[in-house]
C-alpha cells in the first residue's frame, strides 16, 4: 500500500482495512494485523497505526480479545456496505438526479442509461 500524501495516513489505513472487510479479506470474526505489524510493514508511526484502528472500532467494525489481537465484528460487511450504499446515494445518484431534470430527461431516459452502463456500453 503507498500512502497518497492529500489524506491522513490513518484515514488511509481504516479505509484499506474496510476494503479489506468488503472484499471478505478479512472475513467477519477473523484476526486482522496487528498494530505493531501495520507500522513495521509500512513504516508509519504506531500511534498513526492505532488511530486508524481505532476509528473502525469505535464504529463497530473490529473488536479486541485482550491478549489476542484485533477481529472482525460480526456484521461489519453489512454495516460497512450499508454506509456505502448512503454514501454512493448522496455523492452520486442525487447529483445524478439533478443532472437528468436538468437535460430534461425522463425517469425512463435515466435508467435506460443506467442499464446500458451495466451492460457496459459506456462510451
Known amino acids: 500500500m503507498e500512502f497518497n500524501e492529500g489524506k491522513p495516513i490513518f484515514l488511509q489505513l481504516a479505509q484499506q482495512l474496510e476494503e479489506g472487510i468488503l472484499s471478505g479479506a478479512y472475513p467477519e470474526e477473523g484476526q486482522v494485523p496487528s498494530i505493531t505489524e501495520y507500522s513495521v510493514t509500512y513504516k508509519i508511526n504506531p500511534a498513526t497505526a492505532l488511530k486508524g484502528i ?64 451495466f451492460d457496459g456500453d459506456v462510451d
Do not use: I, N, P
Open 54 to 117: 481505532s476509528l473502525l472500532v469505535d464504529a463497530g467494525l473490529l473488536y479486541k480479545k485482550r491478549g489476542v489481537g484485533m477481529f472482525v465484528a460480526s456484521g461489519a460487511r453489512e454495516k460497512l456496505r450499508g454506509q456505502r450504499r448512503e454514501r454512493f446515494f448522496e455523492d452520486f445518484v442525487q447529483s445524478m438526479v439533478h443532472e437528468a431534470r436538468q437535460l430534461g430527461l425522463t425517469e425512463t431516459e435515466l435508467v435506460r442509461m443506467v442499464e446500458r452502463g
